[in-house]
Each structure stands twice: as structure tokens, then as C-alpha cells.
Nanobody, 124 residues
Framework: QVQLVESGGGLVQAGGSLRLSCSAS????????MGWFRQAPGKEREFVAA????????YYGDSVKGRFTISKDNAKRTMYLQMNSLKPEDTAVYSC?????????????????WGQGTQVTVSS
């Protein structure tokens, strides 16, 4: 089992920034990739960003490209999402996830473990 805990969510004004963290613990940690997804009320889950754990290749959803940056600290088994130039449409519950095997990182079904999520609210 892998446990994931997100932190860093909150309320911010449009144009502001937040940094989300996702800490992993549990079984010997070896993953293919970690990713961030978000879900707003009444909407489907949306891919935000992902990073391959060993190589560090990054992937972004079109709606966040250029504004969000994903990074990781292997020693701390922690992934980060720096969110800049936030917009009201970024409001959602953000969840991190771990994919243990090589797969399409943009698909939620590719991930094996999920965190509980953290709320991000951007006011206009």
C-alpha cells in the first residue's frame, strides 16, 4: 500500500499563487509516475500534470500549461505543484496519484493509489 497526503490548498485571489505538496509513504516506494488531477463540482476529473519518477519528464494539461509547474523530491518522496496566475476556473479539489507501471500518465485509470484531495478556491 502507498499512502498519499496532499497539503497546501486554500483560498486565493485571482492572479495569486499556491503550492501543493503530495507526500508518499507506505510500502517500498517505486513508482513510474506521479500526477495531479482536479475535479470541480459538476465536472469530470481533469488531468493537471504528471512527472515521471526516475527521469523527471513532465506533462501538463493544456489549461495549466505555462502557469503550473510540477516537481519532485525523490529523497522526501514528495511531489509539488506550483500554481501561478490562478484563475477562478482553477477552483477544484486537487488530488495526487501514483502510477506504479509505465502507462499513459494523462489517464486517471492509469494510477494505482490516490490521495484524499485538497481544496483550491480562486476568488475573482
Amino acid at each position: 500500500q502507498v499512502q498519499l497526503v496532499e497539503s497546501g490548498g486554500g483560498l486565493v485571489q485571482a492572479g495569486g499563487s499556491l503550492r501543493l505538496s503530495c507526500s508518499a509513504s507506505g510500502r517500498t516506494f517505486s513508482s513510474y509516475a506521479m500526477g495531479w488531477f482536479r475535479q470541480a463540482p459538476g465536472k469530470e476529473r481533469e488531468f493537471v500534470a504528471a512527472i515521471s519518477w526516475n527521469v523527471g519528464t513532465t506533462y501538463y494539461g493544456d489549461s495549466v500549461k505555462g502557469r503550473f509547474t510540477i516537481s519532485k523530491d525523490n529523497a522526501k518522496r514528495t511531489m509539488y505543484l506550483q500554481m501561478n496566475s490562478l484563475k477562478p476556473e482553477d477552483t477544484a479539489v486537487y488530488s495526487c496519484a501514483v502510477a506504479l507501471r509505465g502507462t499513459s500518465v494523462r489517464l486517471g485509470l492509469s494510477y494505482d493509489y490516490w490521495g484524499q484531495g485538497t481544496q483550491v478556491t480562486v476568488s475573482s
